[in-house]
């Protein structure tokens, strides 16, 4: 399962809206790479594939493929704003290690 605050579920909704790509789904991957092994990956998509999983919370449809939600599952995805800039924070109660910058992840 993975989740969706409702900070995070606003601001996807209003990228999705200034970008006109609302009705697509929010897709998560791992990607390998970074100092600690794995990267996420963000981004919509208007065309998921039949073997991705599907997830919805507070109104906002997220899917990911098999490889990945292995990575995922029990993930929250937050969006924080601080004096370092904004962004998305995943909450991924799988990551056993992150790098010095917080870019990537071991699992």
């Known amino acids: 399962m993975i989740t969706i605050t409702d900070k995070a579920a606003e601001k996807v909704r209003e ?3 200034e970008d006109k790509l609302e ?5 998560l991957r791992i990607l390998g790479g ?3 092994g794995f990267n996420y ?3 919509f998509e208007d065309k998921p594939i039949d073997t991705d999983e599907t997830f919805e919370d507070k109104g906002v ?9 292995l990575y995922l599952d ?8 601080g004096l370092y800039g904004e962004g998305f924070k995943f ?3 799988n990551v056993t290690s ?5 870019q990537s992840f071991g699992v």
């Open 98 to 102: 992150t790098c010095g910058c917080g």
């Open 41 to 43: 990956d963000l981004y």
């Open 74 to 81: 029990g993930t929250e995805i937050d969006f924080v704003e």
């Open 23 to 27: 009705g697509q789904a929010l897709r």
């Open 15 to 17: 990228i999705a809206a």
């Open 34 to 36: 970074g100092c600690a």
């Open 91 to 93: 909450n991924n109660p």
């Open 61 to 69: 449809t997220m899917v990911v493929d098999q490889l990945s939600v």
